[in-house]
């Protein structure tokens, strides 16, 4: 697969770098460009991820890092089977626990729920770090929520954690599963309140809490840019051809109070 000249391999995390050591000068570097295409398309192009992952794969099979990014890559890609295979083998390898909660829900997207929550109860759990264990509660929840235990899922996300007023990293995407569960049962005023403190701790955009508040407040976004486009077909325009009315997005729905009746993760959470 053809590799931008402005990647060198350099780019890649000096851990990964320093387990490339083990091989030839220049099939490390190969491997190292591979891996950089990796982490550069798996967000937006995990297909393109994956295929430059099996690449890497096939060049240095042995290395750990390499285990590991196509098992990141398959898990983008939603190949349960072949990520959780990769995962396995990088955990033989390293003997880390920090993959425990990925294998867990490539478990899930086998459909097998029920061996999820046996490996959120295994004691490779308590080795994890905080982040970690953050993880594999989200992933139980959903396992819970894929069993129809919807009250289960609710008690699995209650933790010291979710009680926190600090903001972590996992803060966000934790008060976005509680909320949504909460949704779930029909507990909307809960839900909206939860919504609300994912929101505030959401500083990267990383869940569409926003966008589910609003929806539980009736608010409804539209783009005035089709809405003038739709004008200009019926001939509603302006005298100069443009629609009378400017700006980007305008916000419709109800001004009253907010609504009072009330989850990779796959992802999955």
Known sequence: MPIPEDVTGDEIDKDV??????LPKTLAEDVARNLVMVARLIDEDPEGAYGYSRVALRLASRVAAVREAAGFAAYASQKYSEALAEFRAA???????????????????LGRPEKTLD????????????AGQVEMRLVAAGARRDLGQLEAAIVTLQSPELASGSVQPWTARLRYAYADALLAVGRESEAREWFAKAVEADRDGSTDASDRLAELDGVEFTDALDENDENDENGEDGEDGESSE???NEVKGESGDAATSDADTSDKD
């Not at 390898?93 to 478990?107: Q, Y």
């Open 119 to 130: 490996m959120a109860g295994a004691p490779e759990v308590h080795k994890l770090d905080k």
């Open 246 to 248: 400017n700006g980007q």
């Open 17 to 22: 770098r320093q387990e490339l050591q083990s």
């Open 91 to 109: 955990r033989r390898m390293t003997g880390n626990v920090e993959l425990w909660p990925l294998m867990a829900d490539c478990e899930r997207g």
